[in-house]
């Protein structure tokens, strides 16, 4: 099972700032994963919350049953320790996906106190880096493509 994690603020995407953000929205970012996941027979739970705790509490409960996680952290990227330190509690991987390039935003937004939890962070491709995180996890977790002509790691 991929952990599909998004903190606050990500429930109005779609509507919030979408010059930034873009017009997709969560639903439709949850579904493009499940369908990413389900060529690789990959079962994805997906979360959001606007608080750190619940966050943090929904990881240890799936720590052991997780085989990747995908976290867009919002801006708890910049502050929470916590919530990296949960990450580094879980042995499965995990991507940071952020929608916006935060390197080429503001100062305060260059910082990923998380990053360093995770295996890999992609940031600036809109929704599409859910799904480059999605198919990475799946390979990357052994999983079998349900397409016989399509080989593990491609």
């Known amino acids: ?6 903190g606050p603020n990500l429930n109005l995407l779609g ?12 639903a439709e970012i949850e579904k493009m994963v499940v369908d990413a996941c389900a060529g690789w027979t990959v079962q994805v739970k997906a979360f959001q919350s606007n608080h750190e705790g619940k966050l943090i509490d929904f990881l240890h409960e799936h ?15 910049h502050t929470s320790y916590a919530l990296h330190d949960a990450l580094k509690a879980v042995p499965a991987p995990a991507i940071e996906v952020h929608l916006s390039n935060i390197h080429a935003r503001e100062g305060f937004r260059h910082t990923s106190v ?7 962070v ?7 880096g859910y799904i480059l ?20 790691g491609q």
């Open 15 to 26: 509507e919030r700032e979408p010059d930034i953000y873009g017009r997709t929205t969560l």
């Open 114 to 120: 998380t990053a360093p939890a995770c295996r890999g």
């Open 1 to 6: 099972m991929i952990l599909l994690l998004n």
């Open 63 to 77: 720590r052991k049953a997780a085989k990747g996680i995908i976290l867009n952290p919002g801006a708890l990227t």
């Open 122 to 128: 992609i940031a600036g491709l809109g929704y599409r």
């Open 133 to 152: 995180a999605a198919e990475w996890l799946c390979a990357e977790s052994g999983a079998l493509p349900r397409d016989p002509t399509r080989r593990k």
